[in-house]
């Protein structure tokens, strides 16, 4: 199992997935949330993790232990992305914006990099559906999907070592 086709691959879908969030917001003139930008530091977490595994080509140990790294990185996003959905359906209770569009924005993250990471929109405000689903479900599907192809990469990993140390 090549570790680097892995992880490379595991960096290419969280970038293939903010390529659309900013053809999204530039194009479509969809504007992110606060909670739209916190998902989207997720997926850049995950592709940066994925890049360094990549980059370095570690051993089975290091490949599950980077695995793990993904997969919390990938339940991180998860969170931020239930949470999205529940103010989609709860639209009273809202996203705390004036509180947490001020601290996202405040972050480095959005004054280096305004055009990836500038929050100002509404989180309650519901988009066009894409095959029926809401963009912050999409998230929650891929964060998910990340998850469990991390855990999968991590327990092969883990039994590569395991092989690799009885023999």
């Known amino acids: 199992m090549n570790s680097r086709r892995v992880f490379a691959g595991f960096a290419l879908i969280p ?7 900013l053809i999204l917001q530039h194009v479509k003139g969809q504007i992110p949330c606060p909670l ?9 977490l995950v592709a ?33 992305a239930m949470r999205h959905v529940w103010v989609l359906y709860h639209p009273k209770f809202g996203c705390g914006v004036d509180a947490l569009e001020q601290t996202v924005n405040g972050l480095p993250t959005a004054r280096l990099l305004p055009w990836l990471f500038r929050a100002s929109g509404e989180c309650s405000a519901p988009h066009e ?6 963009l912050p479900e999409w998230s929650a599907v891929w964060f998910f999907l990340l998850f ?5 990469f991590a327990a092969k990993y883990l039994s ?3 092989a690799a140390a009885a023999a």
């Open 48 to 80: 940066l993790i994925a890049l360094t595994a990549a980059i370095q080509r570690p051993g089975p140990r290091g490949a599950a232990g980077y695995c793990a790294a993904l997969a919390l990185g990938a339940l991180a996003g998860l969170g931020v």
């Open 129 to 134: 559906p894409i095959l029926g689903l809401q």
């Open 160 to 162: 590569a070592a395991r």
């Open 15 to 21: 970038l293939a997935l903010l390529a659309e969030a």
């Open 148 to 152: 469990l192809a991390a855990i999968f």
């Open 36 to 44: 739209c930008v916190l998902q989207r530091a997720g997926f850049v």
